[in-house]
């Protein structure tokens, strides 16, 4: 089945400061997902985003299909920002998909205040 | 629109015992999937349903998980003689696939422990 990577898997900064979360995946997609998970467990949608750039407030996000990565972007980072993002592709199996998301093992980010 | 609901939140449960999880997806949505999530992991795929058909089945989900979406509406997730390796959160998202867009949307999961 196809991989999907994560990196880096654990990031620490101070409030105010900018980060990049990478995912790769080892095999074209359809579909590409961004979730933020809180303390609580509920995944929170961030962007669906199969290819292009998108923006929403201090966050973005751009996927390269081609070159099989997507990288999600956090500007003035908050304190309410914390908790795993995790980043969840579809396949299509021989023309055909059923939607299940395949997901990476998540970035952990703490910001501190 | 009130989002994917689950019930219970928490559920603690003794080792042998059956245990029923509920999945409302959002209304106007077909699709419903099952994952389930260990600590320090990402979520894995379980099952999935498209109305009340039972399309897909991950190897993940043994002969003790049985699941079911009788009218297509709300799901049950059935986990027979627990194990203490089933301890997990289980996650039910629903979708609507319209054309190539298929955003799937999370409920707040149930956490299972089973002592």
């Known amino acids: 089945g196809i991989q999907v990577e994560q990196s880096p898997p654990d990031l620490i900064l101070q409030e ?9 995946f080892s095999d074209s997609v359809n579909n590409l997902q961004w979730f933020h998970q809180n303390p609580w467990g509920q995944l929170i949608n ?5 290819s292009g750039t998108k923006q929403n407030g201090r966050l973005s996000a751009t996927t390269v299909a081609t070159e099989r990565y997507s990288l999600l972007y956090i500007s003035s980072s908050q304190t309410t920002d914390s908790g795993v993002y995790f980043c969840a592709v579809e396949r299509y199996a021989g023309g055909t998909s ?3 998301l395949t997901f990476g093992q998540g970035t952990i980010l703490t910001v501190h205040p | 629109d009130t989002g994917v609901s689950q019930d219970p939140r928490h559920k603690i449960t003794k080792r042998g015992q059956n245990v029923t999880f509920r999945c409302d997806p959002i209304s106007e949505h ?7 999530q260990t600590l320090g992991q990402g979520p894995e795929f379980l099952t999935y349903f498209q109305n009340e058909a039972q399309l897909e089945k991950s190897r993940l989900l043994s002969d003790r998980f049985s699941a079911e979406r009788p009218k297509g509406s709300f799901s049950t997730l059935e986990i027979q003689r627990t194990e203490q390796g089933d301890s997990a959160m289980y996650l039910c998202a629903s979708s609507a696939r319209q054309g190539m867009r298929n955003e ?8 299972l422990t089973v002592t």
Do not use: E, M, V
């Open chain 1, 16 to 24: 105010g400061a900018n980060s990049t979360l990478r995912c790769n």
């Open chain 1, 46 to 50: 961030l962007f669906y985003i199969p």
């Open chain 1, 98 to 100: 059923y939607g299940k």
């Open chain 2, 30 to 36: 077909n699709r419903l999937y099952w994952y389930r």
């Open chain 2, 104 to 111: 799937q949307y999370f409920g707040p999961g149930t956490r």
